[in-house]
């Protein structure tokens, strides 16, 4: 079934537990922790998940690769999901699968004593299902949409704009139509799937017209971003 109930994130680069505990507090539905582009390394994972913890938020970790060890380090340390960069194929796809799931599904190594399993003091659940998006960030991707969002195990097709407006950009004819209908392009592979779409926005404005588009998963601003924005408001007063 096509999920329909919007689910407002935001994304966190700073690698800071109080800004992953606030985002939580304010009740957003997910928040993203950013490896690939965010200001510290993986050892400040756990202390955000931490701080998330007893919240209905959903943390959504982005490895920088797809490594699998460390998509199964960071889905140990109580990650509700994972996110991929540039996933360009099916094939790319069912990698970041076999990452996540146990078997039979897929690799994932098994340990009880994992924080995600309370250190040993919880049952394991054997059919413990991660989120896991596959990020669409180029013309390729774009026209294998359809291939990647049926790949069993992927939740979410989730757009990255910069990379894929800079990627669409480098081509000096158009392989899949403008970014506006890679979008949409997008949108309907996933929803052609029963899959979600997700995209990140840079402000408020955008938030309507891509749930008009059909995207669910909407990740609004950074914790960088934020920042820097309230900070070039006071400077502007002066």
């Given amino acids: ?52 913890r007893g919240s209905p938020i959903r943390g959504i970790v982005r490895v920088g690769a797809p490594y699998a060890d460390l998509i199964a380090r960071a889905l140990d340390w109580g990650a509700s999901g994972i996110m991929v960069p540039h996933v360009d ?33 919880r049952v394991p659940e054997a059919a413990q299902k991660p989120t896991l998006m596959a990020q669409i960030e180029s013309a390729e991707a774009v026209r294998n949409a359809a291939e990647i969002a049926n790949v069993d195990g992927i939740d979410v097709l989730f757009v990255g704009p910069a990379d894929l407006q ?15 209908e890679s ?18 926005v840079r402000d408020l404005s955008g938030i309507s017209h891509h749930l008009q588009l059909g995207f669910t998963w909407v990740a609004v601003e950074s914790d960088v971003a934020i920042l820097r924005k309230a900070y070039q408001l006071i400077l502007s007063s002066k």
């Avoid at 329909?4 to 800004?19: E, K």
């Avoid at 069912?94 to 040993?120: I, T």
């Fill in 166 to 180: 800079f990627d669409l950009d480098t081509h000096s004819i158009p392989i899949h139509g403008t970014y506006e």
């Fill in 1 to 52: 079934m096509i999920p329909t109930n919007p689910q407002i994130g935001t994304w966190l680069s700073l690698g800071s537990p109080v800004v992953a505990e606030l985002a939580a507090l304010c009740g957003f539905d997910w928040a993203l922790l950013d490896l690939e582009h965010g200001c510290d390394s993986e050892a400040a994972i756990p202390s955000q998940l931490r701080a998330m």
């Fill in 183 to 200: 979008l949409r392009a997008v949108v309907k592979a996933a929803h052609s799937a029963g899959k979600a779409a997700g995209i990140l």
């Fill in 89 to 121: 194929s099916a094939a790319e796809a069912a990698a970041l699968v076999q990452a996540a799931y146990y078997a039979p599904k897929g690799r994932r190594g098994f340990s009880r004593s994992v924080r995600a399993h309370d250190y040993g003091l």
